[in-house]
């Protein structure tokens, strides 16, 4: 039986880099310190032999980010779009959208669009608000994918004034 979800995981290319965008321009915080696997339980566990790897783990709220980046044996980049099969984003719930995307805009995060508002009152997620932003290059496949700003409009059907 499951019980609930420990974390999400996503393999990067450069693990300071990812670690130091989401803690010092998305405020989150470092959990762990970040540490190295290698062996024949991690052979075990991922399926490739030689297996090398460096994990981090960023908490958000009571949700755990796994980033881990395989020292070995090397893989490749995927350069993937957000409509590529296979091609995660993170959602993240703010308090207020248009200031957060102010702010990283400031900080010099790069995003597809300013934040855009769902005003279709029939759709079941009507008055949420969402717009997807960069990460720093090897964050995820994807580098035109990213993460993503949105409101809590699935818990407070709100709509901006």
Not at 146 to 158: H, L, M, V, Y
Request: aromatic share 10%.
């Amino acid at each position: 039986m499951i019980l609930g979800v420990n974390h999400f995981s996503i393999t990067v290319k450069d693990l300071d880099k990812v670690v130091a965008f989401f803690r010092d321009r998305l405020g989150l915080t470092h959990i762990w310190p970040t540490y190295e696997y290698k062996g024949q339980m991690i052979d075990n566990v991922t399926g490739l032999s030689g297996a090398h790897l460096r994990i981090a783990k960023i908490e958000v709220g009571e949700v755990i980010l796994e980033f881990i980046q395989y020292l070995a044996p090397p893989g490749r980049e995927l350069k993937g779009n957000t409509n590529d099969v296979g091609c995660p984003h993170i959602g993240f719930v703010v308090d207020d959208i248009e200031e957060m995307y102010k702010t990283l805009t400031e900080q010099g995060v790069r995003f597809k669009s300013p934040p855009q508002w769902n005003r279709n009152e029939g759709h079941p997620m009507y008055g949420w608000g969402g717009s997807l932003f960069m990460g720093p290059r090897g964050y995820h496949p994807g580098v035109d994918a990213g993460a993503e700003i949105a409101s809590p409009a699935d818990i407070t059907r709100a709509t901006p004034d």
